[in-house]
């Protein structure tokens, strides 16, 4: 293929992106569809509808949550499956489309804004079997001077309030435990399960070929993937792990690298099975980091524990009160900035998409003025392509950034301790080398070879 031929095809790659996602945001953001404007809801009709306008806020944050269904155009949406638990009903399982897109309540459960959430103050009537769901109502109420989104659900007349589901971790970044517990499949469950089964695939069918052409050239998808593997193996683990230990962190690396890698690009294919924001999720990236973490602590040998909780050589007093707290913290904010660094990069890049492609229809005053429209239309689908061009490369560097700060962890942790002294006198050579990927490495040692 020729250099131009290259281009074009990239060319027509974005600019088919660029108009599927308008298309993908006229479906969601017409008020028309949802008898509602600026509180887009899953039912056919909002309690809160105050007209026309177009919200480009609310459709943006819809396009970048999770979802129990994947919406292909207008009213047709791809279920998936629901599995749900209150302790004082049992388990329903079964498919989102079993709420038809939110008009219809089962078990006392409603689809809203494509999550199921759970009617909590109802008669044991409404909790039981199907009931048709006459609109969603949002509010905002202040608490002890915190405001939060409430929403209603209004059954046979009646409006009843609605839970989100119990999570983890109890409320610790937000939500808590409520009335039920939802193990459903959603759009980013699905995604993370295509990804980790297109690896499966992929690196299965290379071993494949290193196992038939062992002793000769590598050929097909082996030949693909080698440079790939010598790259992170030559560029990451060695530098930063060090020849004596990094075969044992090889695989480790390699799986978060391509994890995360396949997760943004299936980010950014705007329909089927992609259009999930996973690494956008900060659940996600929160877990990917714990993980990430937990493998250098884990490794972490005498020496890297007793210069971090106990530093030889200082006087007791400035360890206690200065240089331990501030070490204790750091195991804390490394996984942190990896966790906000992957969430906010590629949550900024689909909010950037989105806001453009938004233009068309904040220029036509939705539907209103065609010459606005077909302004926002040349501004918009330029820039998208422009972005997506960008977003592709950022899937990239996002996957290796990530990759690389992971191994720098560990190589910290598995440093040998007859290295220290010579680390030490070059301490800041070797924190400018580590900076050049925007400082991120600062303050830890890299690992010798």
């Given at each position: 293929?020729?250099?131009?031929?290259r281009y074009l095809f990239l060319f027509l790659f974005c600019f088919g992106f660029g108009l599927i996602s308008a298309q993908e945001v006229n479906d969601h953001g017409?008020?028309?569809d949802h008898g509602t404007a600026g509180d887009e809801t899953d039912v056919h009709q909002s309690c809160d509808a105050h007209g026309d306008d177009y919200d480009p806020?609310?459709?943006?944050?819809?396009?970048?949550?999770?979802?129990?269904?994947?919406?292909?155009?207008?009213?047709?949406?791809?279920?998936?499956?629901?599995?749900?638990?209150?302790?004082?009903?049992?388990?329903?399982?079964?498919?989102?489309?079993?709420?038809?897109?939110?008009?219809?309540?089962?078990?006392?459960?409603?689809?809203?804004?494509?999550?199921?959430?759970?009617?909590?103050?109802?008669?044991?009537?409404?909790?039981?079997?199907?009931?048709?769901?006459?609109?969603?109502?949002?509010?905002?109420?202040?608490?002890?001077?915190?405001?939060?989104?409430?929403?209603?659900?209004?059954?046979?007349?009646?409006?009843?309030?609605?839970?989100?589901?119990?999570?983890?971790?109890?409320?610790?970044?937000?939500?808590?435990?409520?009335?039920?517990?939802?193990?459903?499949?959603?759009?980013?469950?699905?995604?993370?399960?295509?990804?980790?089964?297109?690896?499966?695939?992929?690196?299965?069918?290379?071993?494949?070929?290193?196992?038939?052409?062992?002793?000769?050239?590598?050929?097909?998808?082996?030949?693909?993937?080698?440079?790939?593997?010598?790259?992170?193996?030559?560029?990451?683990?060695?530098?930063?792990?060090?020849?004596?230990?990094?075969?044992?962190?090889?695989?480790?690396?390699?799986?978060?690298?391509?994890?995360?890698?396949?997760?943004?690009?299936?980010?950014?294919?705007?329909?089927?099975?992609?259009?999930?924001?996973?690494?956008?999720?900060?659940?996600?990236?929160?877990?990917?980091?714990?993980?990430?973490?937990?493998?250098?602590?884990?490794?972490?040998?005498?020496?890297?524990?007793?210069?971090?909780?106990?530093?030889?050589?200082?006087?007791?007093?400035?360890?206690?009160?200065?240089?331990?707290?501030?070490?204790?913290?750091?195991?804390?904010?490394?996984?942190?900035?990896?966790?906000?660094?992957?969430?906010?990069?590629?949550?900024?890049?689909?909010?950037?998409?989105?806001?453009?492609?938004?233009?068309?229809?904040?220029?036509?005053?939705?539907?209103?003025?065609?010459?606005?429209?077909?302004?926002?239309?040349?501004?918009?689908?330029?820039?998208?392509?422009?972005?997506?061009?960008?977003?592709?490369?950022?899937?990239?560097?996002?996957?290796?950034?990530?990759?690389?700060?992971?191994?720098?962890?560990?190589?910290?942790?598995?440093?040998?301790?007859?290295?220290?002294?010579?680390?030490?006198?070059?301490?800041?050579?070797?924190?400018?080398?580590?900076?050049?990927?925007?400082?991120?490495?600062?303050?830890?040692?890299?690992?010798?070879?």
């Amino acid at each position: 293929m020729t250099s131009s031929a290259r281009y074009l095809f990239l060319f027509l790659f974005c600019f088919g992106f660029g108009l599927i996602s308008a298309q993908e945001v006229n479906d969601h953001g017409t008020a028309a569809d949802h008898g509602t404007a600026g509180d887009e809801t899953d039912v056919h009709q909002s309690c809160d509808a105050h007209g026309d306008d177009y919200d480009p806020a609310g459709v943006i944050l819809h396009h970048i949550a999770d979802a129990n269904e994947f919406h292909v155009f207008g009213d047709v949406s791809i279920p998936l499956p629901v599995i749900l638990y209150a302790p004082e009903h049992g388990w329903t399982v079964g498919l989102s489309s079993m709420f038809h897109h939110g008009e219809t309540a089962v078990d006392g459960y409603v689809m809203n804004h494509g999550r199921v959430n759970r009617i909590a103050d109802a008669r044991a009537t409404v909790l039981e079997g199907e009931h048709p769901v006459e609109c969603i109502a949002h509010r905002q109420e202040t608490v002890d001077g915190k405001t939060s989104d409430i929403y209603y659900a209004k059954v046979n007349g009646e409006e009843y309030l609605l839970d989100a589901p119990s999570v983890g971790d109890g409320g610790l970044l937000g939500g808590g435990i409520t009335s039920f517990y939802d193990f459903s499949i959603t759009k980013n469950v699905f995604t993370m399960l295509l990804a980790a089964l297109l690896l499966i695939l992929l690196w299965g069918a290379v071993a494949a070929g290193y196992r038939k052409n062992e002793g000769k050239a590598p050929s097909g998808v082996q030949s693909l993937m080698e440079p790939f593997f010598v790259f992170l193996r030559d560029e990451i683990t060695i530098p930063m792990i060090g020849e004596k230990h990094y075969e044992r962190f090889q695989p480790f690396i390699m799986t978060v690298f391509f994890f995360v890698l396949f997760c943004n690009l299936l980010g950014l294919v705007p329909i089927f099975p992609g259009s999930s924001n996973v690494t956008g999720n900060i659940a996600v990236t929160m877990a990917l980091a714990v993980i990430a973490a937990f493998v250098a602590y884990f490794h972490g040998n005498k020496h890297f524990w007793a210069h971090t909780l106990w530093m030889p050589g200082v006087p007791a007093a400035i360890k206690i009160f200065i240089l331990t707290p501030v070490e204790i913290l750091g195991l804390v904010i490394k996984p942190f900035s990896l966790m906000v660094r992957l969430f906010a990069n590629i949550t900024a890049g689909h909010i950037i998409i989105l806001s453009l492609i938004s233009l068309i229809f904040i220029f036509g005053a939705n539907g209103e003025n065609v010459v606005g429209a077909g302004a926002g239309a040349v501004v918009g689908v330029a820039f998208t392509l422009f972005m997506n061009c960008i977003e592709l490369l950022v899937a990239f560097v996002q996957a290796f950034i990530f990759a690389i700060l992971s191994a720098s962890y560990i190589g910290a942790a598995v440093e040998d301790a007859h290295h220290h002294d010579e680390l030490g006198h070059h301490g800041e050579e070797k924190i400018a080398e580590g900076g050049a990927m925007g400082g991120a490495v600062t303050g830890m040692h890299t690992a010798a070879n």
